[in-house]
């Protein structure tokens, strides 16, 4: 299985603030890589396809960019509805993998 | 508008076998670009991917788990099943459903249930 390897586990931002993700693969998966977002007793909600790609309706504060094993999700300006955790996917291979997640918490 | 809907008992007992079904609502299991699949969530954890199955019937398995998982459609019911045998504590988690494009450039999971608790005690 292709292991997938999110940093870091936790990142304390301020409303305003950039921040960024990393996701890691064990190898390369090309640009086969979603980001997802993920609020407490709800189910993930695709951000990213194609590891650059927003989805429709996203807001384009997020942004992703990488190919091969360094991928990165970034958003622009921290707003008060971002704070989630947030876990990147891989489906280079049909054995889907997922990070482990980052959570995103208010400074 | 397109709908996923997880059912099954939350609780199982050590040993025995977890059935999970997913009622697809809005649209038709039967489309030629999807397949639908499992994902779990032990509590506080990170996601698992169990299994995806296409309308026709072809399934593929998460390697660390397919001794385990059967996961079979019901096209008349417009309905996918999720079957976990030999359950420990280990299996509790919120099993979701799923939806992903089939095409091989495509399979991010672009519409998701609620999610379904389900608990292994005895």
């Known amino acids: 299985d292709i292991q997938m390897t999110q940093s870091p586990s936790t990142l304390s931002a301020s409303v305003g603030d950039r921040v960024t993700i990393t996701c890691r693969a064990s190898q390369s998966i090309r640009s086969w890589l979603a980001w997802y977002q993920q609020k407490p007793g709800k189910a993930p909600n695709l951000l990213i396809y194609?590891?650059?790609i927003l989805d429709s309706g996203v807001p384009s504060r997020f942004s992703g960019s990488g190919s091969g094993t360094e991928f990165t999700l970034t958003i622009s300006s921290l707003q008060p509805d971002d704070f989630a955790t947030y876990y990147c996917q891989q489906y280079n291979t049909y054995s889907y993998t997922f990070g482990q997640g980052t959570k995103l918490e208010i400074k | 508008q397109l709908q996923l809907q997880e059912s099954g008992p939350g609780l199982v007992k050590p040993s025995e076998t977890l059935s999970l079904t997913c009622t697809v609502s809005?649209?038709?299991?039967?489309?030629?670009?999807?397949?639908w699949g499992w994902i779990r969530q032990p509590p506080g954890k990170g996601l698992e991917w169990i299994g995806s199955i296409y309308y026709g019937g072809s399934t593929y398995y998460n390697p660390s788990l397919k001794s385990r998982v059967t996961v079979s459609v019901d096209t008349s019911k417009n309905q996918f099943s999720l079957k976990l045998t030999s359950v420990t504590a280990a299996d509790t988690a919120v099993y979701y459903c799923a939806r992903h494009p089939g095409k091989v450039t495509s399979r991010y999971f672009d519409l998701w249930g609620r999610g379904t608790l389900v608990t292994v005690s005895s």
């Open positions: 194609e590891a650059s």
């Open positions: 809005g649209g038709s299991i039967s489309s030629s670009i999807y397949y």
